[in-house]
Nanobody
Framework: QVHVVESGGGLVQAGGSLRLSCAASGSTFSVKVFRWYRQAPGNEREFVASIISADETNIVDFLKGRFTISRDNAKNTAYLQMNSLKPEDTAVYYC?????????WGQGTPVTVSS
């Protein structure tokens, strides 16, 4: 059973930065794909970013230039660097990990951006 844990969320002022972490454990196999999603109050969960390797990343268009995704394979961990945060970035951020074609979700980490 793969265990996925997000961390790094919190309260930040508009214009600030946060780095979220997503650590996967419990498997001898590495994570094939890490994906970040977010869900704001009253909204559906939306895709934010994904990473297979340093050369294979995808950021949703409206977040490009502010958000970046990276991973540390040795730690089976992915990161979401969020800069120039806006109040509309307020949401619970969830990590999804694909291991041997199975999908695992974390519990989410809340991000609140104050104006």
């Amino acid at each position: 059973q793969v265990h996925v844990v997000e961390s790094g969320g919190g309260l930040v002022q508009a214009g600030g930065s946060l780095r979220l972490s997503c650590a996967a454990s419990g498997s001898t196999f590495s994570v094939k794909v890490f994906r970040w999603y977010r869900q704001a109050p009253g909204n559906e969960r939306e895709f934010v970013a994904s990473i297979i390797s340093a050369d294979e990343t995808n950021i949703v268009d409206f977040l490009k230039g502010r958000f970046t995704i990276s991973r540390d394979n040795a730690k089976n961990t992915a990161y979401l660097q969020m800069n120039s945060l806006k109040p509309e970035d307020t949401a619970v951020y969830y990590c999804n990990a694909i291991v041997r074609e199975l999908s695992y979700w974390g519990q989410g980490t809340p991000v609140t951006v104050s104006s």
